[in-house]
C-alpha cells in the first residue's frame, strides 16, 4: 500500500472520523493543497519521515475526500484525538493547528467541523441552554433582553448595581458585565457581585426575575478561584470571554460541580479569526465548540443589523448550529448584542426568531431618560415585534419607545 493521503470520493464513517472542511487560497491547486493539509495534520511533514510505516499511516493518516473549487474536506481518524487528557485543545492542534502557517497555503479557513459521538460524550455540553435559562427567568417562549452596564468600565460597585435595578425596573430580563471589566480597582469582583445581588434580591421582592452574568475571565486556576468568589457573594450567572480564556477554560467551569448557574460566553477577539474571509475559523466552528465545552449562551451577532461586521448566512448558520440537534447536546441561547437599540428589534427578531437574548448597553444607557427607560423601551420594542405590531404604531401609546425611536431613527 503506498502512503497516499487522497481518498476522493471516499464516504467516511461519521463515528470513525472527525471531518472539517476548509477553504483553500493558494497557487497550489486544490487537490495538492488538501494533501498537504492531511500530511501536516496527520502523520506527515514537509517530507516523507523515513520512520513513517504504512500500520502509522494507515491507522492515524488523515484522508482527503473531498477537493473541488478552493474548498477541501478532510477525515481525521477518530483515534487521533484518544486518551483522556487533550480534549479541545488537542483537537484544535490538529483540526486547526500548523495548516494556518504553511507557506504553501496562502489562505485557509476552517469553515466547518463534524465530531463523532465518541468525541461529544466526552463533553459536558450546556448545563442550562436555552431551556435552562427560560426555566430561571420564568420566561417560556419571548426573546430574553438584556443590557450591558455601560460605561464599560469605571462605575464603582454601587453604581452600577443601580444600574442593573434601573433596568430590571424597565423590565429586562438579564444584565452582564462588559468583556473588558472582571476585577479593577474601581470596581472590584467581589464587591460589584454583592451590590448587584442585593439589586436583584430587591427586584425579585418586587416580583421580577433577573439575572446578571458577572465577568470572571482570567487563568485557568484564578477562574475557577473567581467563580467561587462570585458564587459566595451571590452571583446568578458567570461569563467568560471564550477567546481569551480558551475553550478549555469555559469547560472548566461548565464541569465543576460546585458552579451550578449558568455560563455566558462572550467572543471578544474572535474577529481576529473569523472577520477574514479567506483565513481563519468560522463562528460556526466556534460555536460548536463551545457548545461542546458548556457554555449556556454566546455571542453570535446581529445579522447585519448592530455595529459589528457580519455575513449574514454565516451568522444564520451559527444560530442553527448552536440550536439544533447536536447528538445529545442541548441547544445554547443565541446572544444578540452590538450597536442595538430598540428600533432594530422588529428587523432582529425576523432574522434571530424568539430563541434569542437580545442585548444592548448604549441602546439602553443612551436613552434621552436614562436606563431604566431605555431599558422600557427596549422591551416595549420586543414586545412589539413579538405581537407582529408596528414600532411606530406601538409608540404611540409607549412614550419610553417613543423616546428612543425620536433619538435613534
Ligand atoms: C455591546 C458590547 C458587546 C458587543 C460584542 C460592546 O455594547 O457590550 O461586547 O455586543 O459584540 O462592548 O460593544 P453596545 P458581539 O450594545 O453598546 O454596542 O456580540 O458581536 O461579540
Ligand atoms: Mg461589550
Known amino acids: 500500500m503506498t502512503i497516499d493521503y487522497l481518498a476522493l470520493g471516499e464516504e467516511?464513517?461519521?463515528?470513525?472520523?472527525?471531518i472539517c472542511e476548509y477553504t483553500v487560497?493558494?497557487?497550489?491547486?486544490?487537490?495538492?493543497?488538501?494533501?498537504?493539509?492531511?500530511?501536516?495534520?496527520?502523520?506527515?511533514?514537509?517530507?516523507?519521515?523515513t520512520t513513517l510505516s504504512e500500520d502509522i499511516f494507515k491507522k492515524y493518516g488523515a484522508k482527503v475526500t473531498k477537493a473541488e473549487g478552493n474548498r477541501v474536506e478532510i477525515g481525521y481518524p477518530v483515534i487521533d484525538f484518544s486518551g483522556e487528557i487533550g480534549e479541545i485543545p488537542q483537537i484544535l492542534s490538529i483540526v486547526a493547528g500548523n495548516l494556518f502557517g504553511l507557506d504553501s497555503l496562502e489562505g485557509v479557513r476552517l469553515v466547518?467541523?463534524?465530531?463523532?459521538?465518541?468525541?461529544?460524550?466526552r463533553y459536558p455540553g450546556p448545563q442550562f441552554g436555552i431551556e435552562?435559562?427560560?426555566?430561571?427567568?420564568?420566561?417560556?417562549?419571548?426573546?430574553?433582553?438584556?443590557?450591558?452596564?455601560?460605561?464599560k468600565i469605571g462605575l464603582p460597585p454601587k453604581e452600577f448595581a443601580d444600574y442593573v435595578y434601573q433596568a430590571g425596573r424597565g423590565g429586562l430580563t438579564n444584565s452582564k458585565d462588559?468583556?473588558?471589566?472582571?476585577?479593577?480597582?474601581?470596581?472590584p469582583l467581589q464587591d460589584r457581585v454583592s451590590h448587584v445581588s442585593e439589586s436583584l434580591d430587591r427586584l425579585e421582592e418586587e416580583g421580577h426575575k433577573m439575572i446578571h452574568a458577572h465577568n470572571i475571565s482570567t487563568s485557568g486556576h484564578r477562574m475557577l478561584e473567581a467563580a467561587d468568589l462570585a458564587l459566595?457573594?451571590?452571583a446568578r450567572q458567570l461569563m467568560v470571554d471564550v477567546l481569551t480564556v480558551g475553550f478549555a477554560g469555559v469547560q472548566a467551569l461548565a464541569e465543576d460541580p460546585s458552579i451550578k448557574v449558568p455560563i455566558h460566553v462572550h467572543r471578544a477577539?474572535?474577529?481576529?479569526?473569523?472577520?477574514?474571509?479567506?483565513?481563519?475559523?468560522?463562528?460556526p466552528v466556534i460555536g460548536k465548540l463551545v457548545r461542546l465545552a458548556g457554555g449556556d449562551a454566546l455571542h453570535i451577532g446581529t445579522y447585519g443589523i448592530g455595529k459589528m461586521h457580519a455575513e449574514v448566512s454565516e451568522e444564520i448558520y451559527s444560530r442553527e448550529v448552536i440550536t439544533e440537534d447536536m447528538k445529545g447536546l442541548d441547544p445554547m441561547m443565541p446572544v444578540a448584542s452590538g450597536g442595538l437599540h430598540p428600533g432594530m428589534i422588529d428587523k432582529l427578531m425576523e432574522k434571530s426568531g424568539p430563541d434569542v437574548q437580545i442585548q444592548a448597553g448604549g441602546g439602553v444607557s443612551g436613552h434621552p431618560e436614562g436606563v431604566s427607560s431605555g431599558a422600557a423601551a427596549l422591551r416595549q420594542a420586543v414586545d412589539a415585534a413579538y405581537k407582529g405590531i408596528d414600532l411606530r404604531e406601538y409608540a404611540k401609546d409607549h412614550q419610553e419607545l417613543r423616546k428612543a425611536l425620536e433619538k435613534w431613527m
Open 232 to 234: 459566595e457573594n451571590g
Open 12 to 18: 467516511l464513517d461519521g463515528d470513525e472520523y472527525l
Open 178 to 187: 462588559d468583556e473588558t471589566l472582571v476585577d479593577q480597582d474601581f470596581c
Open 112 to 121: 466547518d467541523i463534524h465530531f463523532p459521538q465518541d468525541i461529544i460524550d
Open 132 to 151: 435552562g435559562l427560560r426555566d430561571i427567568l420564568d420566561r417560556p417562549d419571548k426573546p430574553l433582553i438584556g443590557t450591558i452596564v455601560k460605561p
Open 269 to 283: 477577539m474572535h474577529a481576529a479569526i473569523t472577520k477574514n474571509p479567506e483565513h481563519g475559523i468560522s463562528m
Open 25 to 49: 487560497k493558494s497557487d497550489l491547486d486544490i487537490v495538492t493543497a488538501g494533501k498537504r493539509i492531511a500530511e501536516e495534520e496527520s502523520t506527515g511533514t514537509w517530507t516523507r519521515p
